[in-house]
């Protein structure tokens, strides 16, 4: 019988053997009777026998293996006997032989026993110690030195595990992982690593090799730790004998996945890796996660039933995914760095100057977050940092860059994994040209394109020095060729260059020591200090009331935002879905422009006369519904509902304002005193004044009349509600609700219900308020505001957020004897509302929407993205509903679609791994269960298709 080949028989069934069989074969042939508990097995079936004096496994081979094979596995035993590991002992059978084959319903069967190992596996273990993983790269380490000069024809076979045909197996299961975002992530991470894996495929070694040192095959006994389940011993690669066990480690540690060096330290003491290991391990840690997760899919899909390889799906995707996110080129050094470190003596002293320029800070150039010359939008363009370096080169005749400096200009929007930005690298550029002299003595040669100036300290990497393609010995400050640009890194590894730009995943410390800071050659301090988030958020909770919360519990430390994205102080980009301040985007230079230029001429209060404001007015007035025709402007939100509410009581002469439950409307007295979100404040049905009277919230989905056609019912309890009012002799000043939920998460009203409404308080006298504020201006799309969805005009509107793209600016609208009424009271005056500047920006962002056609937008971008959202609703049992329109979407997370559960906890979890994919989010609604999707309204349909297929795989891996 051949041996096996999985690429021709992917399909693995484990054979059909029951416990009573088990028991049969272990008493014939090797006179074991006891107790009978199956072990966990993807392909094939073991059992542990208890005889009561001892414990045994026999082990029942899936018909594909030849006995050769299970012959090799024995082999394998037998040649680690004596090195120190404890490992199962062969048991023969009652006639000599260690394997045997036995019948099974029909089915041949190879059986053996062995002698069972005591102790408990380290997957049991939450979170191992670093002696605990030095003890797993030990282990693995002697295995591999202890197989090495194995021979066997049963090695000779083709697994699914055998890293070589890592590509083609993915290739043949892919399709079993049935979530697309989990299909596509796998697809990309393979061939990226396969990619990075093909320039030394051909020079890794190849022996005999366990193939499952994993945390799953050790055991810590009061013996000392043992290696159990030797069922994928084959040749193959050595180093992938250490990467299944790096793969095994870090479920155990996604936090702190560098915890694996210890691992890898380990096994480099017992097996040594070579040059070509070093730059395959981590591509084949990524794929050895890959095939687990599609071959734990497989198996699943296979047998339903197969209990060991269903729980284990979900801690192997956790293993893939920590290995995917990490950068490989970015481990290859940290890992060198580490095998290493008795040469790495950290940063080199004694260095001299490379360049013999005058080089001040006014030489530096600045690629940052907070940089000048990278404003509106300019960071994005592709020779961005060509344009900052002449610039300062013009003004100042050169310019250097800056070491450690998280570089704007190489963020990348849209991103799924972070962006390698931080430099050790720096740059000068001196368009005259310049002489460059060694700053240390050592050899110089040409490597792989780029100079290198071998020191006995360090090694220094240049690109764009200008001299003879010849290898030369040289004195410290002897010249070595003239520049240009010249690019300069310094490294602690001797011969291997480390990366120019790195991700701000690790801490900036692990990069010093094996890229020190260059400033030395240069004459000037080119160091950039690390942003601190945490040290930031401490300083703002020192002063700033706690109960003015956060996004987060360790938020980004945001400094820039551009159109829909949001970038930290990492360089590190986010789409901005939660944003709906920024109604045209952030930056927007036509925005930033009038504001200077306004803030140049005049900023004063509205009591002066100034033509900005009645532009404005003017055009508030002509975009409002027919007949409101009268603007107030103020601060905020909040302050425009507590105007609204002052003038429905003034205007009526009475006090009582009804209002939803379930709403937010602002945090003055009037406007609190109208909200009642639990999500807000826990405590507002019990707190509210007793001039309000709340009614049922309309809402459709949860609420106590549930679907689109609810209305009449909801109507019918406002009937009861005012007749409950005017039985004690209590008239209605007036009614204010959203036109569309927005604390809800976008929740359309049910048709006809603000109809009826209206219809009802306007009958008794009353006003009714429209809270536009946050859904309104545009933001839905196929509607300006949100009552025309309703097909109702309201007599009070309150607008904020929007209008002023982040300027505190907002506006009352409403019929002029409504407005004027106010007099009774004496005249209106807010400081801030109406000014100049604030004018202004109300004109321009109201110009940007209509030149940039960004309600059109919100319609096309926000029906793609409801479509989108809903789409996965269909797949992913936590979403219970999608809600609302255009740009105003929210999704509502549930445990049961049924009872309606809420997913509080888990909405909360989803939020914090949006983040990790570059996408900011938030929960909103009393039970905080639903997802506010609520961007500038110039985002692009790629970044919305981002935004959903980060979603999608989040829901797919909680």
């Given at each position: ?839 202004v920006v109300g004109l321009t962002v109201l110009d940007v929407m209509r030149d940039e056609g960004l309600q059109q937008n919100a319609a096309t971008v926000g029906d793609h993205l409801a479509a989108r959202l809903r789409e996965l609703g269909e797949r992913h049992t936590l979403v219970g509903a999608v809600h609302g329109m255009g740009l105003y979407l929210g999704m509502e997370l549930v445990l049961d679609r049924e ?60």
């Amino acid at each position: 019988m051949p041996n096996f080949d999985f690429l021709t028989q992917p399909a693995l069934p484990r054979p059909d053997v029951t416990a009573d069989d088990a028991a049969a074969i272990a008493a014939a042939h090797f006179g074991l009777d006891g107790r009978i508990t199956e072990l966990g097995s993807n392909q094939d079936r073991n059992f542990r026998i208890d005889t009561g004096t001892d414990r045994y496994v026999l082990k029942l081979a899936n018909p594909v293996f030849s006995a050769d094979e299970l012959r090799a596995q024995n082999a394998a035993l037998r040649a680690l006997a004596g090195s120190g590991i404890r490992i199962p002992e062969i048991l023969e059978t009652t006639g000599g032989d260690e394997l045997i084959e036995v019948d099974v319903r029909g089915t041949t069967l190879l059986a053996r026993a062995l002698r069972y190992l005591d102790g408990d596996p380290l997957t049991d273990v939450g979170r191992p110690t670093h002696e605990q993983l030095r003890t797993l790269g030990t282990l693995a380490g002697r295995v591999a030195a202890g197989l090495s000069a194995l021979r066997h024809p049963g090695l000779d076979r083709t697994t699914q595990w055998d890293a070589r045909v890592s590509g083609e197996v993915v290739d043949l299961l892919i399709e079993h992982v049935a979530q697309p975002a989990k299909r596509s992530v796998v697809r990309e991470a393979t061939d990226a690593a396969l990619a990075r894996l093909q320039a030394v495929r051909d020079r890794l070694r190849v022996q005999a090799v366990h193939g499952d040192v994993t945390d799953d095959n050790i055991v810590l006994g009061d013996d000392g730790p043992g290696v159990i389940d030797f069922g994928d011993v084959s040749d193959g690669w050595l180093v992938a004998e250490l990467a299944a066990t790096v793969t095994s480690a870090l479920h155990h540690l996604p936090d702190e996945p560098l915890a694996v060096l210890d691992v890898i330290e380990a096994f480099h003491a017992e097996s040594p890796l070579d040059d070509a290991d070093l730059a395959a391990l981590w591509p084949l840690v990524v794929l050895r996660g890959a095939v687990l997760v599609v071959s734990g899919e497989q198996q699943v899909a296979l047998e339903a039933n197969n209990v060991y390889a269903a729980e284990n799906r979900a801690h192997e995707w956790v293993a893939f995914d920590v290995a995917r996110r990490l950068d490989a080129a970015e481990l290859e050094t940290l890992i060198r760095a580490r095998l290493a470190r008795s040469a790495v003596t950290g940063a080199p002293t004694g260095l001299g100057r490379l360049v013999a320029l005058t080089t001040t800070p006014e030489n530096l150039a600045d690629l940052s977050v907070t940089a000048r010359d990278l404003d509106a939008g300019a960071w994005l363009a592709v020779d961005a940092e060509d344009a900052v370096l002449a610039r300062v080169c013009r003004e100042h005749g050169h310019a250097v860059t800056r070491y450690g400096e998280a570089r704007l200009t190489r963020a990348r929007t849209d991103r799924a994994l972070p962006s390698a930005t931080v430099a050790l690298a720096v740059t000068l550029d001196a368009p005259t040209g310049v002489e460059v002299t060694a700053p240390f003595a050592g050899e110089l040669a040409l490597v792989g394109g780029s100079w290198l100036l071998r020191g006995d300290d360090a090694d220094l990497w240049l690109d764009g020095l200008t001299r003879p393609l010849t290898t030369a010995t040289v004195t410290a400050g002897a010249p070595i060729g003239t520049a240009i640009r010249l690019t300069a890194q310094l490294s602690t590894l001797r011969g291997h260059r480390p990366p120019s730009l790195v991700t701000p995943t690790l801490p900036f410390s692990f990069w010093t020591a094996v890229s020190p800071d260059p400033s030395a050659l240069f004459g000037v301090d080119l160091t950039v200090s690390e942003p601190d988030p945490e040290a930031s958020l401490a300083r703002r909770d020192a002063t700033f009331a706690l109960v003015q919360e956060h996004y987060f519990a360790h938020p980004p430390l945001i400094e820039r935002g551009w159109r829909h994205h949001l970038v930290d102080t990492q360089a590190q980009s986010y789409i901005d879905m939660v944003n709906n301040v920024t109604q045209i985007g952030h930056g927007h230079p036509r925005l930033v422009d009038a504001v200077r230029d306004q803030w140049a001429r005049l900023n004063t209060n509205s009591r002066f006369h100034y033509d900005e404001l009645s532009r404005f007015t003017e055009r508030l007035a002509e975009i409002a519904p027919e007949g409101l025709d009268t603007v107030f402007l103020v601060n905020s939100g909040s302050e425009a509902v507590d105007l609204a509410l002052r003038l429905a009581q003034i205007h009526t002469g009475r006090r009582t304002i009804l209002a939803v439950t379930e709403a937010y409307h602002g945090w003055t007295i009037g406007s609190d005193g109208v909200s009642s979100s639990l999500g807000d404040n826990p405590r507002a049905l019990e707190t509210r004044p007793d001039w309000v009277k709340l009614v049922a919230a309309p809402n459709s989905l949860r609420g106590r009349h549930r679907g689109s056609d609810s209305a009449a019912a909801y109507l019918a309890d406002l009937d009861a509600d005012l007749a409950e009012l005017e039985a004690t002799g209590t008239e209605v000043a007036g009614y204010i609700a959203e036109p569309v939920f927005g604390n809800a998460g976008g929740l359309m009203l049910p048709d006809g219900y603000l109809a009826g409404v209206y219809e009802r308080i306007r009958s008794r006298g009353g006003v009714c308020i429209a809270d536009e504020v946050q859904v309104g201006y545009g933001r839905l799309g196929h509607y300006f505001w949100g009552s025309e969805q309703q097909g109702v005009v309201p007599d009070v509107i309150t607008i904020a957020k929007a209008m002023g793209n982040g300027q505190p600016l907002g506006a009352v609208i409403t019929r002029r004897e409504i407005a004027e009424s106010f007099a009774a009271e004496g005249s209106f005056f807010s400081s801030a509302g109406g000014s100049p500047v604030s004018s202004v920006v109300g004109l321009t962002v109201l110009d940007v929407m209509r030149d940039e056609g960004l309600q059109q937008n919100a319609a096309t971008v926000g029906d793609h993205l409801a479509a989108r959202l809903r789409e996965l609703g269909e797949r992913h049992t936590l979403v219970g509903a999608v809600h609302g329109m255009g740009l105003y979407l929210g999704m509502e997370l549930v445990l049961d679609r049924e009872t309606l559960q809420p997913a509080t906890a888990e909405a909360a979890l989803v939020c914090d791994r949006m983040l990790a994919e570059g996408c900011i989010v938030q929960p909103t609604g009393d039970y905080k269960n639903v997802l506010k999707i609520k961007p500038p309204l110039c985002i692009t349909r790629e970044s919305a298709d981002r935004f959903a297929d980060a979603l999608d795989l989040v829901l797919a891996t909680l």
